[in-house]
């Protein structure tokens, strides 16, 4: 009821070109969704994050769709760049309007090939 | 401004030892949190604090495991009786909830637990 599944494990993709991340929940408490970025010997950063009344957030060349229906978000990475390269988490909690856990995904280790 | 800062950054001990990993949060910020990455179990929650509430430690995975704030601002996470499987990296964040908008938790850098 708490796991948020995350998919693919790796990505590669060419410079350029769009990567996309896939997850989905299952408990319909969950009312805020985050995705986190991750350089390696860093802590997660926050990336960009939706909330489920809304079906898609756009910031610069990322962009998270959220399907309320079908329990599913992914983000999009327009135009992948070389200092994308990183391991994405996606995340959900019950944080809007108070303190919460955050439930991680597995992590996706995105590699950007120049 | 200062961020989320937390010591060591890393500590290498033997099985049986005790272990304090400190959290600084970010000034303000009335929440704080502990995090546990490890290889092969992700990124999970061990406990929160908020305010003056009472803790959520419904992640904490054993009763070696403790954690206290002082002053609602500095955190320690203790270790007591070390094993091999608590390596992993501890991460803290810290946020400033409020009604209305959502709960963005900043991250440290972690420390990184090798026990022996």
């Known amino acids: 009821q708490q796991q948020v599944k995350q998919s693919p494990q790796s990505l590669i993709v060419q410079k350029g070109g769009i990567s996309i991340i896939n997850c989905a929940y299952e408990?319909?408490?969950?009312?805020?969704f985050p995705w986190y970025q991750q350089f390696p010997g860093k802590g997660p950063a926050l990336l960009i994050a939706i909330r489920p009344d809304v079906s898609e957030k756009k910031e610069g060349r990322f962009t998270i769709s959220f399907n309320k229906s079908a329990k599913q978000f992914s983000l999009h990475i327009m135009d992948s760049q070389p200092g994308d390269s990183a391991t994405y988490f996606c995340?959900?909690?019950?944080?809007?309007?108070?303190?919460?856990?955050?439930?991680f995904g597995s992590g996706t280790r995105l590699s950007i090939r120049p | 401004g200062a961020g989320v800062s937390q010591s060591p950054s890393n500590k290498v001990t033997e099985k049986g030892k005790d272990v304090e990993l400190r959290c600084d949060p970010i000034?303000?910020?009335?929440?704080l949190y502990w995090y546990r990455q490890s290889l092969g179990q992700g990124l999970e929650f061990l406990i929160y604090?908020?305010?003056?509430?009472?803790?959520?430690k419904s992640g904490l995975p054993s009763d070696r495991f403790s954690a206290e704030r002082t002053g609602g601002s500095v955190s320690t996470l203790t270790i007591q009786r070390t094993q091999q499987e608590d390596s992993a990296v501890y991460l803290c964040?810290?946020?400033?909830?409020?009604?209305?908008?959502?709960?963005?938790?900043?991250f440290g850098p972690g420390t990184r637990l090798t026990v022996t």
């Open positions: 995340a959900a909690s019950m944080g809007y309007s108070s303190a919460s856990k955050i439930i």
């Open positions: 408990n319909t408490a969950f009312d805020y």
């Open positions: 964040a810290s946020s400033l909830p409020r009604l209305g908008s959502s709960d963005e938790q900043y």
């Open positions: 604090f908020q305010g003056n509430s009472a803790p959520d």
């Open positions: 000034s303000g910020h009335t929440a």
